[in-house]
């Protein structure tokens, strides 16, 4: 091997062993930061369970994760983070009592979804509403998986969706409503106008007095 293709290689092997080091270096610094985090998310939530224990009903209000007050409730006061999570969030903005009526408003959310699909499964006019409503049942299940590691309690998406199960929920009852008076009112005859009364025999049935 010639002296030129010899350095060569020697140069692709030092580069490969360089890149190797810059990877390993970058991947315990990523390791590093992302142990970081997850302390960091831990604390927050001690933080606002503690907050939420010494304020059960009213929590400590709205901004309460601040730095001043991590100094006071936090296992670790300078690790500042906010809440990554909107369990939590609620949990030491409002207490438990805040908390108990935001999961509230989910279940009835999605029992109000769930009753929508049942009324209007089997109806050809309203087969538009089961399916929003099993997609506003994906809807919610996203939310309350992601909203478990992301600080978005107010976030007004959540809120439109279950303002949309209410209104589909309305609309399906009133046209069901529709069907059930359309579906009791007297036969019509061929002109238009409601047929002849008959007997059981299916003669006319004779007028009274």
Not at 57 to 75: E, H, Q, R, S
Not at 103 to 117: D, S
Not at 119 to 136: E, F, I, V
């Amino acid at each position: 091997m010639s002296g030129s293709k010899l350095a060569a290689v020697r140069s692709r092997l030092g580069l490969r062993t360089e890149c190797d080091r810059w990877l390993k270096d970058d991947k315990a610094v990523f390791a590093y930061i992302e142990d970081a985090t997850r302390l960091g998310r831990i604390n927050a939530w001690w933080f606002a369970f503690s907050v939420a224990k010494e304020r059960p009903i009213t929590g400590g209000g709205f901004d309460v994760f601040a730095p001043d007050l991590f100094m006071k409730y936090a296992p670790d006061p300078d690790d500042f983070h906010d809440a990554h999570s909107v369990y939590f969030e609620v949990l030491g903005e409002h207490g438990f009592l805040g908390l108990a009526l935001f999961l509230t408003l989910f279940a009835l959310a999605w029992r109000t979804a769930t009753g929508t699909i049942k009324k209007s499964k089997g109806t050809p006019d309203l087969q538009w509403a089961t399916d929003l409503a099993r997609m506003l049942h994906v809807s919610l299940v996203a939310y309350a998986v992601s909203g478990a590691f992301l600080g978005l309690a107010y976030f007004d998406l959540y809120y439109n969706i279950v303002s949309i199960i209410i209104l589909t929920r309305v609309i399906v009852e009133r046209e069901l409503g529709k069907i059930e008076i359309d579906g009791g009112a007297a036969p019509e005859s061929d002109s238009g106008l409601p047929g002849k009364m008959t007997t059981a025999g299916g003669g006319p049935r004779p007028l009274p007095g």
